[in-house]
């Protein structure tokens, strides 16, 4: 069955999260090169994200935090200087090919917004938060056929995790593209879980032809 849809993960495969990290040692007076570096440590040991703040900090309190944050006039937007160089180039080629393009991540629903501002050329967006699942439920990635219209064997999942993005979509009948960069993607390539995906870029200027060679 052909490939008529391609769904994007959003952090670390089109958004370089580099500023948001950054903006979250700050508020914490943590050193950024101390947080990164702890940021490793939980990929490296495959634990949940979030516990990198209590890692840095034992007993944060991350809900208060972000209340905090939030009260101060910070909200989550993305801007155009967050995305990847490739970004939008990619969507913008596979569109002009024919295929329909999807994003949605595991995001708050405020990214839906950003990324509808930003201009990102996609057919559908959505988060895991306006979806009430989160990746790596099969749940979600069964939403993901659901909002394409189309078989799941008709949709390759683009991410940069292999528990969140590459494993579930495989399961749930998808094509999965692996792309290597971010902290979860240097650290996922050394697994040896990454062979079960069915393309590994380096750039997303690399994935229609990778599509193409799957179809082939």
């Known amino acids: ?25 700050d508020w914490m007076n943590v050193p950024t090169f101390t947080f990164f570096a702890a940021m490793g440590v939980i990929v490296e040991r495959r634990r949940p ?3 990198v703040f209590d890692l ?17 006039g910070w909200s989550y937007s993305l801007e155009r200087g967050d995305f ?5 180039s990619c969507l913008a080629d596979l569109r002009s090919h024919g295929y329909r393009v999807g994003i949605s991540g595991n995001q708050p629903e405020a990214a839906e917004t950003s990324l509808q501002e930003v201009g990102i050329p996609a057919d559908f967006i959505a988060s895991s938060t306006s979806w009430s699942v989160e990746k790596p439920s099969p749940a979600f990635f069964d939403r993901v056929a659901q909002e394409a219209g189309c078989p799941a064997a008709e949709i390759a999942y683009v ?10 979509a ?16 240097i650290v996922h390539a050394g697994w040896p879980e990454v062979a079960q995906a069915d393309a590994r870029l380096e750039s997303l200027s ?10 082939t």
């Open 1 to 25: 069955m052909p490939i008529t849809t391609v769904v994007f993960d959003v952090g670390e495969t089109l958004v370089d999260e580099t500023r948001h990290w950054s903006d979250w040692a």
């Open 159 to 168: 991410g940069d995790r292999l528990d969140n993005d590459i494993l579930p």
């Open 49 to 51: 994200h979030r516990e």
């Open 170 to 185: 495989k399961a749930a009948g998808m094509t999965a593209i692996f792309i290597r960069r971010g902290p979860w993607g």
């Open 84 to 88: 990847y160089t490739d970004a939008f």
């Open 56 to 72: 840095v900090r034992p007993g944060y309190d991350l809900e208060e935090a972000q209340a905090k944050r939030q009260a101060a």
């Open 206 to 215: 690399e994935l229609r032809s990778a599509i193409e060679s799957i179809e």
